[in-house]
């Protein structure tokens, strides 16, 4: 759907969502939009197969945030896409995933519908779905769980808090998105409100990228076995699921042929 206040001075705002990294799970309402783009302000997480993409007719400006590190302000980003849209640019907003999942999504709109600058949301295939694709399993199962919550690691105010005892129920299950800075808090949290410490917990590392990395382990063992892994890059927890042998095995073998 557009929302359009357009005259032809006016420039536009897409809001695309880039996917997980690979290029070749953006969609192609995606693509369209990069082929008509003149600016093109993304996310630090992006991976460079996509922004090869995204710029091939437009300039790129890397507005990323890091959590806990050095960010651009969000009222300066907002700043951003209102000063150039009122010259007239067309601008693709590229966020990580879906810019619907913690994406900041709904600031960016209300600064450029405030300035009565038309725009649209192009949804990406967020990191929990390549990630559990990455694994083998399915994010809801009959006889196992009938939701899914997908969560936040940290906010605005620090550590994010969740319903831990819901959470601690066995059979529930979670994604958590920058997840890992707060493993040991959420451990904490989920093992204080009752959480079997055997709990499958799985980590997805540069999901849907061909340096994948997939690291299963227990609540118990999870801030052990993340520090010892040595992640760096985007990772996606899952709370209450294993990987399948077999995906494990097919991660390995790929990265050997990389």
Do not use: C
């Amino acid at each position: 759907m557009q929302h359009s206040h357009e005259t032809k001075d006016t420039g536009h705002v897409d809001f695309v969502g880039a996917g997980p990294g690979d290029p070749e799970l953006l969609t192609l309402k995606a693509l369209s939009a990069f082929d008509q783009a003149e600016i093109v302000l993304h996310d630090r997480l992006i991976s460079d197969e996509v922004l090869a993409l995204a710029g091939q007719n437009a300039a790129l400006v890397d507005v990323g945030k890091a959590g806990f590190g050095p960010s651009w302000k969000q009222e300066d980003i907002d700043q951003l896409l209102v000063e150039h849209a009122l010259r007239g640019k067309r601008i693709v907003r590229l966020k990580s995933g879906d810019p619907t999942v913690f994406g900041r999504l709904d600031e960016e709109i209300e600064a450029v519908e405030a300035a009565g600058i038309p725009w649209r949301i192009i949804p990406g295939i967020t990191a929990a779905s390549a990630a559990v694709a990455g694994i083998g399993q399915s994010l809801t199962r009959r006889g196992r769980n009938s939701s899914i919550r997908f969560l936040t690691g940290h906010d605005m105010k620090g550590f994010a808090d969740h319903d831990w005892a819901a959470l601690a129920r066995a059979g529930s299950v979670a994604a958590i998105y920058m997840g890992k800075k707060s493993a040991r808090f959420i451990q904490g949290r989920l093992i204080m409100h009752g959480a079997d410490r055997a709990t499958p917990v799985t980590l997805v590392e540069n999901a849907s990228r061909p340096d994948q990395r997939i690291l299963p382990t227990t609540l118990d063992r999870l801030p052990a076995d993340l520090a010892a892994a040595e992640m760096d890059g985007p990772a996606l927890t899952f709370y209450g699921l294993a990987p399948r042998d077999a995906a494990q095995a097919a991660t390995e073998f790929n990265k050997e042929l990389a």
